[in-house]
């Protein structure tokens, strides 16, 4: 694919001009857009030989383009309370036009498998689990996505107070504790559904779990070099089972399977 980078940055740029930059929801989001489709590209490069490089990147560019207009008219990133961005971002993508806003000359760069390719990824990005019935290319890229989506919500993790994350005071956070479900979840290395956690650890504990999510390796490499998994582990709680508990998690996280 031709993909002039150059035009669709300054597309992007002027598309999130019309929000408040200071805002530091808005700051989040673009640096968030910026770094997945940049990590996109890498783990597509490393690890997926049949995948587009640009389109890998565009992918990512476009991914979180609904919540822009989620934070604006709904103040929220909460999608329960709101919208789910991901779809909604896709109507706004591939229904209202807003992708040949983003893509100069949209119609000669993309063809229709590419288009469709971007929608089925952008659509799936924060599902549980992706839609059956997809083939095996469009599968890939979710899971590129997918893989690149997890690897920075570990960086915002670090960078953003749990408290602020978890709506959470300082007290509750020292002393929650971690429910049975959620540790099982950690031991079977599986991501922890939203219906099982309690407490506001469990939270915790389940952004630690998408670690065991990511499907390529370039990805977990990458998770792991960039320490942000390590620093969400060394929580230094005030409850002496949850200290426990994560000290077992800091044992077992990067042993693959057959070691643990
Ligand atoms: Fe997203």
């Known amino acids: 694919m031709n993909l002039n980078r150059q035009a669709v940055q300054r597309a992007f740029r002027e598309y999130v001009s019309a929000y408040d930059a200071k805002d530091p929801k808005i700051a989040l989001k673009i640096a968030h857009t910026c770094r997945?489709?940049?990590?996109?590209?890498?783990?597509?490069?490393?690890?997926?030989?049949?995948?587009?490089?640009?389109?890998?990147?565009?992918?990512?560019?476009?991914?979180?383009?609904?919540?822009?207009?989620?934070?604006?008219i709904y103040h929220t990133f909460i999608d329960s309370a709101s919208v789910d961005h991901a779809m909604f971002g896709a109507d706004l993508l591939f229904q209202e036009g807003l992708l040949e806003q983003l893509v100069p000359d949209a119609q000669q760069v993309l063809t229709e498998k590419e288009r469709r390719i971007l929608e089925i990824s952008i659509r799936n990005h924060n599902r549980y689990r992706i839609e059956e019935s997809l083939t095996e290319d469009e599968q890939a890229y979710c899971h590129i996505l997918r893989d690149a989506d997890k690897i920075d919500i570990f960086r915002v993790n670090c960078d953003t107070p749990l408290q602020e994350i978890y709506n959470a005071s300082t007290e509750e956070l020292l002393n929650a504790g971690v429910s049975e479900d959620v540790k099982e979840c950690f031991l079977r290395r599986t991501a922890v559904e939203r219906s099982i956690r309690r407490t506001v650890i469990d939270h915790l504990v389940g952004h630690i779990c998408l670690t065991f999510e990511l499907v390529y390796p370039a990805s977990t490499r990458i998770a792991r070099e960039q320490g942000y998994v390590d620093r969400l582990l060394s929580f230094q709680s005030a409850n002496p089972e949850t200290r426990e508990w994560f000290d077992r998690m800091k044992e077992l996280i990067w042993k693959t399977e057959d070691e643990t």
């Open 36 to 72: 997945v489709a940049s990590l996109c590209e890498t783990i597509a490069r490393e690890d997926v030989p049949q995948a587009d490089p640009d389109l890998s990147w565009l992918m990512g560019m476009l991914h979180d383009i609904g919540r822009f207009e989620q934070v604006r």
